[in-house]
């Protein structure tokens, strides 16, 4: 429309030139087939007619004729309109019309933008999509038919997108995601990490309410760290330290009487405030010891209990 309406326009300009009109009226051109002229020609026409427009343009420019009723109109132009390709020849530039079902294309052969109703793929305006390919009507091409529960795909293989309520994994979408993996916040299966922990370290020093000396029976206690953390469903850290039951054979405090020896020499030197409370925490001390053998006799006898027990349970 537009283009016609710069031919008309082109046209008139060409009328109101003397050189184009002294060849006659219109209607004589239009008998005649001719009234060509080389001067006053305007829109990069080279030659031009009143009745037809541009018959030549300047080099570069592509010559293309509006078709109205009968009469066509010559316009020059530095590219083709769409749904035209240019084709070059040393003598003229020519806008050709492409296919019918393509509104764009780049040559005969090759579409760019398919009319309504027919679906670019390769170049060529199709009325159905190829096997793997989905007609998309907003793009009026041809897109890859997505794999099952993907809502955008890379091709009919690879879904980059799953829909709502399934979980992407290899460009596949999953209801759940398989095993050794998990949904993240993306909703894409992540691979689950599991705890790693190290090896235990030595066992510490046997020891009884933090003291090594005064009993046979401790505890000693050995650790490990934790490696590699655990994702939200990789299997928790174990236990990071352990404690168990130990005997200690050697180390024993030292003997009561010169401990309340040392205890007197001491006591000349401690002012007379002090004297109370260190005789509280002897007393203290003298329970605990009591209690601690106590209890050692008592575990002496469940141990030896329970060796005989298993020894029992051997000879059955
Ligand atoms: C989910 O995992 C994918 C793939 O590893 C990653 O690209 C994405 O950023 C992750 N999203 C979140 C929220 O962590
Ligand atoms: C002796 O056994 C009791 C319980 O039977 C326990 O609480 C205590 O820690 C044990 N003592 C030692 C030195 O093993």
Known sequence: MQLQLISIVLILHCMEYTNCQHHGSRHRLHKQG????????????????????????????FIHFIHDGM?????????????FYGTRSPDRNDCIKCGSECDSCFNRNFCLRCRAGSYLHKGKCMESCPDGLMPSDTKKECVPACPADCDSCQNSD?????????????????????????????????????CEVGEWSEWGPCSR????????????????????????????????????????????????????????????????????????????????????????????????????????????
């Open 209 to 316: 309410s933090g003291k090594t000396c005064g009993f046979k029976w401790g505890e000693e206690t050995r650790t490990r760290k934790v490696l590699q953390n655990p994702s939200p469903m990789g299997s928790p850290c174990p236990a990071t330290s352990e404690t168990r039951e130990c005997l200690v054979k050697r180390r024993r405090c030292k003997p009561k009487g010169q401990r309340r020896g040392e205890k007197k020499k001491r006591f000349n030197l401690q002012e007379k405030e002090n004297a109370e409370s260190r005789r509280e925490r002897k007393r203290e001390r003298e329970k605990e010891t009591i209690n601690l053998e106590d209890s050692e006799s008592r575990n002496k006898t469940e141990h030896r209990r329970r060796r005989d027990q298993s020894r029992d349970a051997g000879t059955v």
């Open 34 to 61: 001719s009234g060509v002229s080389s001067q006053g020609c305007q829109g990069g026409c080279q030659t031009c007619s009143v009745y037809n427009g541009c018959l030549t343009c300047k080099p570069k420019l």
């Open 71 to 83: 009469r066509q109109i010559g316009v020059c132009l530095a590219s083709c309109p769409n749904g």
């Open 158 to 194: 690879t879904c980059t997108r799953c829909a709502p309520g399934h979980f992407l994994l290899h460009g596949q979408c999953h209801h759940v995601c398989p095993d050794e993996f998990e949904p993240n916040d993306s909703m894409e299966c992540i691979p689950t990490v599991h």
